[in-house]
T-cell receptor
Framework: EAQVTQNPRYLITVTGKKLTVTCSQN?????MSWYRQDPGLGLRQIYY???????DKGDVPEGYKVSRKEKRNFPLILESPSPNQTSLYFC?????????????FGPGTRLTVT | QKEVEQDPGPLSVPEGAIVSLNCTYS??????FMWYRQYSRKGPELLMY????GNKEDGRFTAQVDKSSKYISLFIRDSQPSDSATYLC??????????FGAGTRLFVKA
């Protein structure tokens, strides 16, 4: 079964305490992305990765880091979280080739920074 | 101006109605156009994907892209209460830097 997993699903933390949200996919997809979703703003892309060791900034990368050391994993790192990073975060995994396009999102991570 | 604009609704229709959801975009370089459905407390689910202009049909869903007017549409025929969700449009140029609309909330009343 195609699956994107995220952990943790819920996290409450304090300003400045480094955290990592993990994302893993089992489909051998090359492309992976991180998004945040805020009311009235829709989904905004934070970072994306087109392959191992290849990452690029999305629309709202400030305050976030990512790494892609293995194809299946794409962790999101907040080195010094701030309250404006309180949001719902989604990881996505994408396959695109020759007219075929498939994409799966994880279940989301609800982060609260106090 | 946002690169992808979408009316947030809500849109309320009776069961069986044809639903029309729309987005406009401003970036002429966009080549890939997607529609997603998102139920409450769930991740988005890819519904339709279109490359460049034209129509694409999948069951009760039809996606339409008009690049001359920079207009993206999703039509749902014979709408069902289970179609009640938020629908998001999105676009990218092929480099995977993806821009989403704000989403339209749809309610289908039984």
């Amino acid at each position: 079964e195609a699956q994107v997993t995220q952990n943790p699903r819920y996290l409450i933390t304090v300003t400045g305490k480094k955290l990592t949200v993990t994302c893993s996919q089992n489909m051998n997809h090359e492309y992976m992305s991180w998004y945040r979703q805020d009311p009235g703003l829709g989904l905004r892309q934070i970072y994306y990765s087109m392959n191992v060791e290849v990452t690029d900034k999305g629309d709202v990368p400030e305050g976030y880091k990512v790494s892609r050391k293995e194809k299946r994993n794409f962790p999101l790192i907040l080195e010094s979280p701030s309250p404006n990073q309180t949001s719902l975060y989604f990881c996505a995994s994408t396959f695109s080739s020759g007219g075929s396009y498939e994409q799966y999102f994880g279940p989301g991570t609800r982060l609260t920074v106090t | 101006q946002k690169e992808v604009e979408q009316d947030p609704g809500p849109l309320s229709v009776p069961e069986g109605a044809i639903v029309s959801l729309n987005c406009t975009y401003s970036n002429s370089a966009f080549q890939y156009f997607m529609w997603y459905r998102q139920y409450s407390r769930k991740g988005p689910e890819l519904l339709m994907y279109t490359y460049s202009s034209g129509n694409k049909e999948d069951g009760r869903f039809t996606a339409q892209v008009d690049k001359s007017s920079k207009y993206i549409s999703l039509f749902i025929r014979d709408s069902q209460p289970s179609d009640s969700a938020t629908y998001l449009c999105a676009s990218h140029t092929g480099g995977f830097k993806t821009i989403f609309g704000a989403g339209t909330r749809l309610f289908v009343k039984a």
